[in-house]
């Protein structure tokens, strides 16, 4: 049977219901005095971003035409009904959330990818256990109580994938959620076996003593896909000269901030409050424009193994058109 998933039922009735107010059309894009085409991105407070701030700071947007305002959020669940109702016109997600609202009949599809997995040690995402912990590999999570930011998501989807891939029972996990600043004190006392935490918390609870057992994101898929930007489905319909636009200047900011990593790590100043110290150490993601297909039908394939939906996601619904 599928796990509930209250706050993703929530997100898409209310997408749906703002969809479904809102009619088939999206307003007329309007230009401002400098000919530009103004839209409203929402992103969150996460390193995920970085490349889509980098791109407005060096006129990538601009080139193209756009004139971009950056709404900060704390999760998916503000934006998306954001981006369905015509609030915004563009939004941020971890590529899960996008599959799980897909399959609930939001009318979102993906544009750009946004960031990936580094694909080895060290990477932005790991399990990690407290440091005299008898917790050696993913296999003896089974059984074992887990902490996560969101349930049924990409983390525990990708965790229990590993736990499964060495061995272990997937199904004997206890996950928790909890927030990611709250983890590295979690595990310090013990509060929890183990947490599946992001950088940069990550590296102050590696810093604090923390040991990784599991880079999940990694062993998952070395070329992982973990987040993306998407727009409505009418909206990429009714305008596709300004997703293209979004899309081209998406691609340039990608590519230099993954080219430029040191511009990368300044720029999280504008918009976070990660510790200086913890900012020039933590590993940055991989920064890649093009979506990577197989990718996305594989954390498809696993949400729908572990029970997060009843029937396969159609991933062609989130696919550019």
């Known amino acids: 049977m599928r796990s509930p998933i209250p706050a993703l039922a929530l997100v898409a009735a209310a997408a749906l219901a703002l969809s479904a107010c809102s009619g088939s059309s999206s307003p007329a894009p309007s230009e401002d005095t400098d000919g530009l085409t103004p839209i ?3 992103v969150m407070p996460i390193v995920d ?3 889509i701030y980098v791109g407005v700071e060096q006129g990538f947007f601009e080139e193209e035409g756009l004139d971009v305002s950056l709404e900060l959020a704390q999760g998916g669940a503000a934006i998306v009904p954001a981006v369905v109702s ?3 016109q563009f939004g941020f997600s971890n590529v899960t959330s996008l599959l799980l609202g897909v399959s609930n009949g939001v009318p979102i599809q993906a544009v750009s990818a946004a960031n990936f997995t580094t694909g080895s040690d060290p990477d932005i995402g790991a399990v990690v256990v407290p440091e005299g912990s008898p917790i050696t590999t993913a296999a003896d999570l089974a059984g074992k109580t887990v902490a996560v930011n969101t349930l049924n998501n990409i983390g525990d989807s990708t965790v229990r994938n590993v736990v499964e891939k060495d061995g272990g029972d997937p199904a004997k996990i206890q996950f928790t959620e909890m927030g990611f600043p709250d983890m590295p004190a979690a595990i310090a006392s013990e509060q929890v ?3 599946w935490i ?5 590296t102050r609870a590696v810093a604090e003593g923390a040991r990784v057992i599991s880079w999940n994101y990694a062993e998952t898929d070395p070329d992982l896909m973990i987040s993306a930007y998407f727009t409505s489905t009418p909206y990429a319909a009714e305008h596709p000269e300004i997703v293209e636009s979004f899309t081209s200047a998406m ?4 590519e230099y901030a993954d080219a430029n990593p040191d511009v990368t790590r300044a720029t999280l100043d504008s918009y976070t409050e990660i510790d200086p110290e913890i900012k020039e150490t933590m590993t940055l993601p991989r920064f890649k424009p093009d979506i990577n297909t197989e990718s996305v039908q594989l954390l498809a394939d696993l949400a729908l193994r572990y029970g997060m939906v009843d029937e396969a996601i159609d991933v062609s619904q989130l696919l550019p058109r």
Do not use: I
């Open 40 to 42: 409203t991105v929402g």
């Open 49 to 51: 971003v970085a490349a």
């Open 86 to 88: 015509g609030d915004y």
């Open 193 to 195: 076996d183990a947490a």
């Open 198 to 202: 992001l950088a940069p918390h990550l």
């Open 251 to 254: 691609r340039k900011s990608l």
